[in-house]
């Protein structure tokens, strides 16, 4: 239930489509209430701007990489590593094209927990991944992991 009522909430709160629901309430507004409909299409207007025209996606995306600083070196041993999902295209994978795992621009992840665990192979290796539709998938990124590592 969460997970669809989270699923919900992103659609209307992504940039481009808060922009256009704006757009359409603004315009909806225009017929009945002339001063709403045009401080809700100037909104729209300013939200465009903003996200269009702003690098805020890179600036909070480097906000986040370096909020932590790295350590200038690994320790000797670690207990286990996590490996956040995001990283593989679930629905463009086809079993018949077994050699063939969609990955995307984050499946550097994946390759950064192999790395560590090639290096710690005494640790725990855990990968979050799942299948992110909203109606179930038949393949999620924790199985398109386990066949790319190779068990």
Request: glycine fraction near 8%; charged fraction near 15%; hydrophobic fraction near 50%.
């Given at each position: 239930m969460?997970?669809?009522?989270?699923?919900l909430?992103?659609?209307?709160?992504?940039?481009?489509?808060?922009?256009?629901?704006?757009q359409?309430?603004g315009?909806?507004?225009?017929r009945?209430?002339?001063r709403?409909?045009q401080?809700?299409?100037?909104?729209?207007?300013?939200?465009?701007l903003?996200?269009?025209?702003?690098?805020?996606g890179?600036?909070?995306?480097?906000?986040?990489?370096h909020?932590?600083?790295k350590?200038e070196?690994?320790?000797?041993?670690?207990?286990g590593?996590?490996v956040?999902?995001g990283?593989?295209?679930?629905?463009?994978?086809?079993p018949?094209?077994i050699?063939?795992?969609?990955?995307?621009?984050?499946?550097?992840?994946?390759?950064?927990?192999?790395?560590?665990?090639k290096r710690?192979?005494?640790?725990?290796l855990?990968f979050s991944?799942?299948?992110g539709?909203l109606?179930k998938?038949?393949?999620?990124?924790s199985l398109?992991a386990?066949?790319?590592?190779?068990?």
């Open positions: 969460f997970f669809a009522i989270s699923k909430v992103w659609f209307v709160l992504t940039p481009l489509n808060l922009f256009a629901l704006l359409l309430f315009l909806i507004a225009l009945f209430w002339k709403l409909g401080a809700l299409l100037v909104l729209a207007g300013l939200v465009f903003f996200c269009g025209l702003l690098p805020m890179p600036y909070l995306l480097y906000q986040i990489e909020y932590y600083e350590p070196r690994l320790p000797d041993s670690i207990d590593i996590l956040l999902g990283g593989f295209n679930t629905g463009r994978y086809d018949a094209h050699a063939d795992i969609p990955v995307n621009e984050a499946a550097d992840r994946f390759l950064a927990g192999l790395a560590l665990y710690y192979p005494q640790a725990q855990v991944g799942g299948n539709k109606l998938g038949e393949y999620t990124e398109l386990k066949r790319l590592a190779g068990n």
